[in-house]
T-cell receptor
Framework: DVKVTQSSRYLVKRTGEKVFLECVQDMDHENMFWYRQDPGLGLRLIYFSYDVKMKEKGDIPEGYSVSREKKERFSLILESASTNQTSMYLC????????????FGPGTRLTVL | DAKTTQPNSMESNEEEPVHLPCNHSTISGTDYIHWYRQLPSQGPEYVIHGLTSNVNNRMASLAIAEDRKSSTLILHRATLRDAAVYYCILRDSQTFNDYKLSFGAGTTVTVRA
């Protein structure tokens, strides 16, 4: 089975801190994604990557950056955490189209105080 | 974007079948019907997908109406572990830009022991 792992299940940070969320997949997938999920707002795409060192902005990239130095690893960076970035962060990976099936990690619940 | 409509919630007894409806009256010819579910405090999980014909896998069955304007996800024998939010989405797997997933509110399934 595909495994997508995220570095932390729960994280508490202070406003202004730099935050790193790590995601690793073991299925050699080209595509990787970072979403955030908030009550009433559903799932929103922050960034995705279709190859090493390649990235595309999603719907809500402001305040975030990403890094993909190796195929299996996709990192989300909050340059200066703010309270409105308190959320559930979900990483996913997928093979190329036409499958499009996405495999999700367990999520990181980030609280910014 | 083509949209889907699902009931907010459904209840079932353990070991009974569950039929989850989804309406997608504006579906286009290249849209696939995908189902994901999300268990409490977990990342979303792929369930099944189809285009025109009914589909079966180890988790569920997908029945697609002849005009493709509606579909039904069938859990044949619900267990307590099937209690989750179920999302029906349409994905045009021919277009790169449709890589992202967008979940609506979904259907919250409660399974009674």
């Amino acid at each position: 089975d595909v495994k997508v792992t995220q570095s932390s299940r729960y994280l508490v940070k202070r406003t202004g801190e730099k935050v790193f969320l790590e995601c690793v997949q073991d299925m050699d997938h080209e595509n990787m994604f970072w979403y955030r999920q908030d009550p009433g707002l559903g799932l929103r795409l922050i960034y995705f990557s279709y190859d090493v060192k390649m990235k595309e902005k999603g719907d809500i990239p402001e305040g975030y950056s990403v890094s993909r130095e190796k195929k299996e690893r996709f990192s989300l960076i909050l340059e200066s955490a703010s309270t409105n970035q308190t959320s559930m962060y979900l990483c996913a990976s997928s093979p190329p189209l036409p499958s499009g099936r996405q495999f999700f990690g367990p999520g990181t619940r980030l609280t910014v105080l | 974007d083509a949209k889907t409509t699902q009931p907010n919630s459904m209840e079932s007894n353990e070991e009974e079948p569950v039929h989850l409806p989804c309406n997608h009256s504006t579906i286009s010819g290249t849209d696939y019907i995908h189902w994901y579910r999300q268990l409490p405090s977990q990342g979303p999980e792929y369930v099944i997908h189809g285009l025109t014909s009914n589909v079966n896998n180890r988790m569920a069955s997908l029945a697609i109406a002849e005009d493709r304007k509606s579909s039904t996800l069938i859990l044949h024998r619900a267990t307590l572990r099937d209690a989750a939010v179920y999302y029906c989405i349409l994905r045009d797997s021919q277009t790169f830009n449709d890589y992202k997933l967008s979940f609506g509110a979904g259907t919250t399934v409660t399974v009674r022991a």
